[in-house]
């Protein structure tokens, strides 16, 4: 089966239509260089069908450093959030992402993504998923050594509304983290571009 074959797959999905309604969302192509595992797509990202399309979009282009054009080049960023689909609203957040999705999808996908260089691993569930057992007791611990990782993956907080105060709270994620962040996906950008 090939990547796209399998994209196709889990974009007809249907899987956890048992607790939401499904409507899959990714991205990825043979040639991606930057993987980014997300949690799952928001409201608007579900109504739209293009990952990031929202404000924490726009926030993760900023920590990035690219613009629109390059986020969508699937050959630049493989798009694989940890669920696929809208989870629904909680009591004050978005639902966590059911995880018959990623036990379901992730391995065959990931196991297809062979020219990935960089892995961006956004929010806890992510963590948890990507990291494992070498994450740190907290979301922000596990940021705040994120060159324990590299130069493979790059923990990041979920470019949420509330990561503006985080960020404040935490100014090495914005003196650090984010030059660092920036220099490797510009390097690969560059390599993407001239092959």
Not at 57 to 64: I, S, T
Request: proline fraction near 9%; glycine fraction near 6%; include cysteine.
């Amino acid at each position: 089966m090939s990547l796209s074959q399998l994209a196709k797959e889990v974009r007809a999905c249907t899987l956890c239509q048992d607790i939401l309604e499904p409507r899959p969302v990714l991205r990825v192509h043979p040639e991606s260089r930057i993987l980014l595992v997300g949690q799952a797509p928001g409201s608007r990202v579900h109504a739209s069908g293009v990952p990031w399309d929202d404000a924490s979009g726009e926030h993760l282009l900023d920590w990035l450093g690219v613009d629109r054009t390059q986020f969508e080049d699937p050959r630049n960023f493989a798009i694989v959030p940890m669920a696929f689909c809208y989870p629904g609203r909680g009591k004050s957040a978005d639902l966590p992402p059911p995880s018959r999705c990623g036990e379901t999808w992730h391995a065959k996908l990931l196991g297809m993504l062979n020219q990935v260089a960089l892995t961006l691993v956004v929010g806890q569930y992510a963590h948890k998923f990507v990291l494992g057992k070498t994450r740190k007791r907290s979301l922000t611990e596990t940021v705040r050594h994120f060159p324990e990782y590299g130069p493979a993956a790059i923990p990041l907080p979920h470019p949420s509304w509330r990561s503006r105060g985080w960020m404040k709270r935490h100014p090495w994620f914005e003196a650090d983290l984010l030059p660092t962040l920036r220099s490797r996906v510009a390097e690969l950008l560059d390599t993407t571009e001239n092959t």
